[in-house]
């Protein structure tokens, strides 16, 4: 069964702090990996993709990283903010799953000021 | 560019009615799925449709139906509503690689 699982379900930091944030799946024959982003009671905001040929993909002071062979993505957050509290999820389409993302539960982070 | 809109924003229903959420997808993209979040968990894939057919369908059972138009946007069709159908419903368009969500409908059953 193709699952995507992220430990811990919390995460609580103090501001400046640089984080990762762990994402492991059962199956190494993905499509592509998506991380997003949920505030409270809101939607998904796509933060990076990383295409299965792909190690690492940087925007701005995220960094996502892949390694397809241990089934393990990584966000690294870097300098944290206040502003960066929410839940982060990652999302797997794995290989010949049309456009259908299996989704960890999150990981709802806080950063204390 | 809108993103991808969705409505209602909230709704709430009885037990047993039936209720039908609403998606627009971005400009251009021919792909809508939908997703079922509950309270403190990831989203669940329902369905997926492209070209007004349904082309992939998640665990869940036919009380759960759909419908795309020409123009591409879609409808979710919940019959027979339970409890347990409360939950945040997100769509996604996609053209591509990139999967873009709608802030979602709360649908709450009582």
């Known amino acids: 069964k193709q699952e995507v699982t992220q430990i811990p379900a919390a995460l609580s930091v103090p501001e400046g702090e640089n984080l990762v944030l762990n994402c492991s799946f059962t199956?190494?024959?993905?499509?592509?990996l998506q991380w997003f982003r949920q505030d409270p009671g809101k939607g998904l905001t796509s933060l990076l993709l990383?295409?299965?040929?792909?190690r690492e993909q940087t925007s701005g002071r995220l960094n996502a990283s892949l390694d397809k062979s241990s089934g393990r993505s990584t966000l690294y957050i870097a300098a944290s903010q206040p502003g960066d509290s929410a839940t982060y999820l990652c999302?797997?389409?794995?290989?010949?799953?049309?456009?259908?993302?299996?989704f960890g539960k999150g990981i709802t982070l806080s950063v204390r000021p | 560019d809108a993103g991808v809109t969705q409505s209602p924003t909230h709704l709430i229903k009885t037990r047993g009615q039936q209720v039908t959420l609403r998606c627009s997808p971005k400009?251009?993209?021919?792909?809508v799925s939908w997703y079922q979040q509950a309270l403190g968990q990831g989203p669940q894939f329902i369905f997926q449709?492209?070209?007004?057919?349904?082309?992939q369908r998640g665990n869940f059972p036919d009380r759960f139906s759909g419908h795309q138009f020409p123009n591409y946007s879609s409808e979710l069709n919940v019959n027979a509503l339970l409890l347990g159908d409360s939950a945040l419903y997100l769509c996604?368009?996609?053209?591509?690689?990139?999967?873009?969500f709608g802030p979602g409908t709360r649908l709450t059953v009582t």
């Open positions: 400009s251009g993209h021919d792909t």
């Open positions: 199956d190494s024959a993905i499509y592509n």
């Open positions: 999302a797997v389409r794995f290989t010949g799953a049309n456009s259908k993302l299996t």
């Open positions: 449709y492209y070209e007004e057919e349904e082309r």
């Open positions: 990383i295409q299965s040929s792909q």
């Open positions: 996604a368009s996609s053209l591509g690689l990139w999967q873009y």
